[in-house]
């Protein structure tokens, strides 16, 4: 077998140094009867390099990629061009093989990259500090909400209606297990979001406000009020960035008055992959360092006094504290840390405002061409590169009817709210520096073709 | 005299002291060792950038203006000449299983084929969207189905839960289903047990998920003991969390007696499957009573672990657990259709018990097309032979090493996957950390050191099936001679590593006053 070293004469002359007759009797503390005779039945033997490249080839052959059709899907995950050398440099065995760094003598490499990675999110989402990222944006909204609890000694979060559903149900399934409030309302298919409705949720019962920014509507919400908001009843402003592209363009949360900010960092160095892996982003003021999940990477020296870094403030984890952790992390998501890292590195802060100038200008192009459908309607007011159309009828067929003509024509709010009455007609377009002006013009004329009943 | 050398020169014998305090050097680089600065030294914000973008074809929309950033993100950018050299540069400054042997016990750092890399950026997986319809999807929904009935069929399951992204996630899912469970039957267990063996996320997970958690002591043998363990259940017991393999490298010899234990006393088990490496193919944890166990991709079935993750931890589920997983997750139809159930009153396969979303979208997908990709390769007679060499190759470190380094469990009989050591013998002021400090400049990643806790001075040794003979011979030998040295109290082990980009490092400064992110005002030491 092409990855086993061991040859047949190696294991021999092995068992015979150990002093085993057979292999089986290294495995004598199995009892006889939870032991296989042989391999697994109902299961194929081994196979060739060839062989298995055919057959995930095959399976890889029945979606269609986003690349073969004109392509407007966002909702927390958003396809943008990758430069080439970002997944040629994650692929060296340096970075791709390595573990956590728990050596830090020889894994300088992963630890700079995670020093430098903190850095650039701590200043794109315009916080103090970051940690060395998280499994996605919608576990490190949880796990947000969880640390504002643990400052705040309340248990009651007040959600968004603009919060992704998804992230909305992850939140709402831990908390049905700690017993922590969630308390959270349905988007209203409004131009404005529901900043108001949030405000006035918040009483002194209250933990932490999240608020997604921009929302899952595609809306703006207004940070600043609602960091007054919550600052007047000592609760905090959790805000939750999916896109963060746009904060080459609006402004950081952080600086509009956000205590933490978490975010799915898929959009920058990440392809979509059907949904992860995926890198949640963390920041938050500095005197919560304490109360902080995750890897935590910090500069420092070595014994002739040169600058180096190490993994830090382990004793709010889970292999120091144990049942007393902050969490039970034990693995960031440091490989895509690295390919968003490597991307904002070759943006920079010009960079990264010239590519959301032009995702927001690809937009307006979209919504203007797709607003003139007859019968279609532009939700929003504001949007940065995604935005709410509103249907004449279920959206849910739309989107089916349009794949059909070979267009992946956006996501509908009927995906993303089963059984929610009064959405089913909205309809999640994403726009980003891929979108060319041929795909708008096809999505245009699909959902046209589609909306009047017109066949495939 | 060679021809390459027609000189007849020949180096002069070492002087003893190092090469580059003989030889300092302008830049301070040596050869090959290359120290980097952080991209903030190397370009200031704005300056450059590595991507060439067109102009935005219109001006923000007007109702944007109260929004807009003030100023940029204060982020440097670079070319990509310099992009590529700085994370090239970087890179050599790491260890890696691509170098040579990465003995973590319990993490289970194996090779990782270039195949899977390969399959996994088919754009068929790379570039679909999660969202996408579910008819333009068939075949990545049919990579889920597919990989979930191979771990379903080696685990002897009944279920499997495909979206935890990392095993604490994943162990996390499991007490979810355990809770959730014992919930449907009006009743209310608070207390999960486990051993004081286990790895830190058990009883992490089991205070996150909102249980109280009580430990189980060892046995002199390293096993769970089972008369503590049956003497402490009772109705306010949920479940135990029992690592099997255990931390020590042991076989829980008791599993069916455990299971069996918790179960009439109306509890569930959960089985921590970091250690499945060392019976995949061999044992079913199915047959042991287990009632959910979590897989980590990244150890058993060699998916990259990338400096620290992106993991995977589909968790396989018994009969009693299954109807209480978490959504989404796949179901195939007599025509062949892979369905994604996302909603608890689904059309088909309703599932009204389901606990709820523990992630946005549907798991680690790229993480499932490499390991199909392991699977598929191995097939289950290849799967049976990486249990077989993984516990060969552990016995034979134990056998050869235990005379110099001490094997506290060394006389219960053969170790599975992991060869345990512990720190009796060293000299006075010789420690666990001096020998792996010392395995750096021998040219190899130390193992897992002081862990698990139950031996002093751990030394927790997994060299995997993928190491050959004569590298595992060249690993005993540098080893051996470690702890030799350390047992004759040789003073320069103090101070190792002396050949690796850093020495040790200062974590109690790091830790005292945390310098987190990089900041103008924070002068390089």
Known sequence: MRYLPLTPADRTEMLSAIGADTIDALFADVPAEARLPGPVAGLPAHASEMAVERHMAALAARNLTAG??????????????????????????????????????IAQGTLQVLFEFQTQVARLLGTDIANASMYDGSTACWEAIAMAARITRRKKAVLSGGLHPHYGETVKTMARFTGDAIDARPPRLDAAPDDADVIAAIDGETACVVVQYPDVLGRIPDLALIAAAAQAHGALLVAVVTEPVALGLIEAPGHLGADIVVGEGQSLGVGLQFGGPYLGLFGCREKFVRQMPGRLCGQTVDADGRRGFVLTLSTREQHIRREKATSNICTNSGLCALAFSIHMTLLGGAGLARLAQVNHARAQAAARRLGQVPGVAVLNDVYFNEFTLILPGDARAAVRALADRGVLGGVSLGRLYPGEGGLDRGLLVAVTEMTGDDEIEALATALDDVLQGEPA | MSALNPSGWRPEAGTGESAAALAPTASGDHALALEEPLIFELAAPGDKCGVDLDAPESPPLPGLARFLRAAIAPLPGLTEPEAVRHYTRLSRQNYAIDLGPFPLGSCTMKHNPRLNEKVARLAGFADVHPLQPQQTVQGALGVINELAFWLVTLTGMHGVAMTPKAGAHGELCGLLCIKAAIAARGEDRRVILVPESAHGTNPATAAFAGFAVESIPATAEGRVDLAALTARLGPDVAGVMITNPNTCGLFERDMKAISDAVHAAGGYVYCDGANFNAIVG???????????????????????????????GPVVLSQALSPFGPLPFTARTADGVVHLIEDTNADVFPQPGAFGRMAAFHGQMGMFTRA???????????????????VLNANYVLRRLEDVLDAPFGHSGPCMHEALFSDAGLADGFSTLDIAKGLIDEGFHPMTVYFPLVVH??????????????????FIASLRSLAERARAGDASLKSAPHFAPRRRLDETQAARKPVLVWRETVAPA
């Open chain 1, 68 to 105: 073969a059709a004109p392509f407007f899907l966002g909702a927390g995950a958003y396809r943008h061009h990758i430069p080439a050398s970002v997944d040629h440099l994650i692929q060296r065995g340096e970075f791709l093989t390595a573990y956590t760094p728990y050596q830090p003598e």
């Open chain 2, 457 to 474: 001075g751990s030394m927790l040794v997994e060299p995997t099936e993928t190491e050959s003979r004569a590298g595992l011979d060249r």
């Open chain 2, 372 to 390: 199909l990709a392991y699977i598929l390769s191995h097939g289950a007679d290849g799967l049976r032979q990486v249990a077989e060499d993984a």
């Open chain 2, 282 to 312: 061999k044992v079913r944890p199915g047959d042991l009573g287990i009632d959910a166990m979590h897989i980590n991709l990244h150890k058993t079935f060699s998916t990259p672990h990338g400096g620290g993750g992106p993991g995977s």
